[in-house]
């Protein structure tokens, strides 16, 4: 015999006031904030924000013009991180170096989350074929390292015969529809698991369209998966970016970025290492202080 | 075997795919190949009639169905360059490439099951954080960041133990090879160290965690027979699928090592390929690196499948 459903799954609890949403974000940010991991992670990277935002402003040399006096200078007082090939202030390159890629970065980032979960939440909520089609197309790009597929495009998309030289829009649409598929994966999991709870039932016998009951009552359940995702593809578009850069899919001489530096003063490495490592440095600090704020965001959210 | 052949299969039809976006990729904006091998001067009729022997102006569809029938044989096709088959340089770089990450395999994968499992073992303690905040720190470092780094340090520039520079090798001794090779290898190992780490970590501890560790326990078995028999039997299953799918991400990493270390593998290859815009090249590397990663994976899942019973009865309802 049916029994009548006593408690409703997700019914609001006697007292609102407790838990409602409003505070469990405000508890949940709180915890984000106050974490020392996050703290160290977010003061790295508004260093590096603020460097690549002030530009030639917070240099204290021109990173483009140098001297041209004695090149391969020691560090020294005057130049903390010595000068390079050309006489120029590695300390100078390497604070206006961050300006290249979090030009990119984060719009990448933004580009593929925002189409990945949109492609997430229609194959977790309609199954079936389309989810089957984008599974199979997630697994053959994931199947070749990133970098090594988007030399292909970057370099199908190079219309000219030699060189490469590649704009941030196209680096930022690349790198974001690369990342696409994988979020699109996680999202897809998340949906999955809200799909059949009674707040979606409820909603389809009311007569919801779709895209209401995917945007106004799967979505928001959803955001945490999210915003992990998000944080956790900004260190690895970090990566990526400085990768191209490195290999020659990026910004070209005389520009400061730092993997286009290490590129182009590793063969004088013996004679100058730190025209070499100190952009390594950079680029590491950048890409732990942003991973050290995602391990905090998802502990948080996943508690 | 059913389970094995819907392996196959699925990888199979991923790797169809990713021979048709690479292809469609490759072919979208090249331009002209008669254009590019004959030159700016060539007549256009000239261009037309090398366009015509080599099938260019048929459809796309034809064109792939032909391409793809030649490379299952392993025909890649010629370079656009000199016409010499594209298996020619090839077939060296991949060995070169699969033998670097061999090397780093081999230096880092008993050093990072050992460091995870010494982290679960002494879980919350200093030693834990210690391992777990350096692995996931060097996992996120791109490799040839940590090669310009490890360069500084133990390269020509201070300490002088080991070369900056790989260079081909021609001839070389093994113990030359290894020498010039220590370096990209330690870089590669590093960024892999914190993957395989936290998996053995994770592992460990939830075979710690398990009933029929305490039941061992207390069925009064020494320490080290329930650690070597019971936890970490099953513990460092999962560890093993993650070192095979870390093939995949390893050969990423490849592309810039290579690069730094002026090492000739496939990376580097598929680098220089794209670089003067040698299509048939470039498709070949990115196939060949999907069926290194293909190849790979399944090793890992029927590696595991094969060890745990459990695995390979629950996948065949």
Wanted: hydrophobic content about 55%; charged content about 15%; some cysteine.
């Amino acid at each position: 015999m049916p029994q009548l459903p006593v408690v409703v799954e997700g019914a609001p609890p006697l007292s609102p006031a407790l838990d409602s949403p409003h505070r469990i974000r405000r508890e949940t940010l709180r915890q984000i904030v106050r974490s020392p991991t996050f703290i160290v992670g977010a003061i790295v990277t508004l260093f590096w924000i603020v460097c690549a935002v002030g530009g030639t402003h917070v240099a204290p040399y021109d990173p483009i013009n140098g001297s041209f006096a004695p090149s391969y200078a020691h560090p020294a007082w005057a130049h903390p991180f010595g000068m390079d090939r050309v006489g120029r202030d590695v300390f100078s390159r390497v604070l206006v170096g961050s300006r290249s890629v979090l030009e990119v970065a984060p719009a990448a980032t933004l580009l593929g989350v925002g189409l990945g979960s949109f492609i997430g939440l229609v194959m977790g909520f309609f199954g079936g074929w389309v989810d089957n089609v984008i599974g199979r197309i997630v697994d053959a790009v994931l199947a070749v390292p990133f970098i090594v597929l988007a030399i292909l495009v970057l370099t199908a998309l190079s219309a000219g015969a030699e060189g490469i030289s590649v704009s941030s829009l196209k680096l930022i649409l690349v790198i974001g529809i690369a990342f696409t598929p994988i979020v699109a994966r996680t999202v897809r999991s998340a949906v999955l698991a809200e799909r059949d709870l009674d707040y979606v039932q409820a909603a389809r016998l009311r007569g919801e369209h779709a895209p209401y009951i995917m945007l106004a009552e799967i979505l928001p359940n959803v955001m945490g998966p999210i915003i992990v995702e998000a944080t956790v593809r900004l260190g690895y578009a970090v990566f990526a970016v400085a990768t191209l850069a490195f290999v020659g899919y990026g910004p070209q001489p005389p520009s400061p970025d730092w993997g286009l530096q290490i590129a182009d003063q590793y063969a004088d490495v013996t004679l100058a290492w730190w025209a070499v490592v100190f952009p390594a440095i950079a680029i590491a600090s950048l890409v732990v202080a942003i991973n050290l704020i995602a391990d905090t965001v998802q502990q948080v959210l996943d508690q | 075997m059913r389970y094995v052949a819907q392996r196959i299969a699925l990888g199979l039809i991923s790797l169809l795919l990713l021979s048709m976006m690479v292809y469609a990729a490759a072919q979208v904006l090249p331009g002209n190949p008669g254009r590019i091998v004959l030159g700016r001067e060539a007549p256009p009729s000239a261009v037309a009639q090398y366009n015509h022997k080599l099938g260019f102006d048929r459809p796309l569809p034809v064109r792939y169905a032909t391409w793809l029938g030649h490379a299952v044989r392993g025909d890649f096709g010629a370079n656009y360059t000199d016409g010499r088959p594209v298996t020619d340089d090839l077939v060296p770089a991949l060995k070169r490439s699969l033998f670097l990450a061999l090397f780093a395999f081999v230096l880092c994968i008993p050093i990072s099951i050992l460091a995870g499992v010494i982290a679960a073992l002494r879980r919350g303690k200093p030693a834990d954080r210690a391992i777990t905040i350096t692995g996931l720190s060097l996992a996120v470092i791109p490799e040839f960041v940590l090669g310009a780094i490890l360069v500084t340090i133990l390269g020509p520039a201070a300490l002088n133990v080991f070369p900056g520079i790989a260079g081909t090798l021609v001839d070389a001794s093994f113990w030359t090879k290894l020498d010039s090779l220590f370096l990209p290898a330690l870089a590669l190992a590093l960024v892999l160290f914190g993957y395989i780490a936290r998996m053995a970590r994770a592992g460990t501890m939830e075979a710690l965690d398990a009933d029929f560790t305490r039941t061992a326990m207390l069925k009064g078995l020494r320490r080290r027979d329930v650690l070597a028999r019971h936890v970490l039997r099953n513990g460092l299953l999962p560890t093993i699928a993650v070192i095979s799918t870390q093939v995949g991400y390893l050969f990423g990493g490849i592309v810039a090592i290579e690069k730094l270390f002026g090492y000739p593998g496939i990376g580097f290859l598929t680098l220089t390929s794209a670089q003067i815009k040698n299509f048939p090249m470039l498709l070949a590397c990115v196939l060949v690196l999907g069926i290194v990663y293909f190849v790979a994976t399944l090793t890992g899942d029927l590696l595991i499948a094969a060890l745990n019973p459990r695995v390979r009865l629950a996948r065949q309802d």
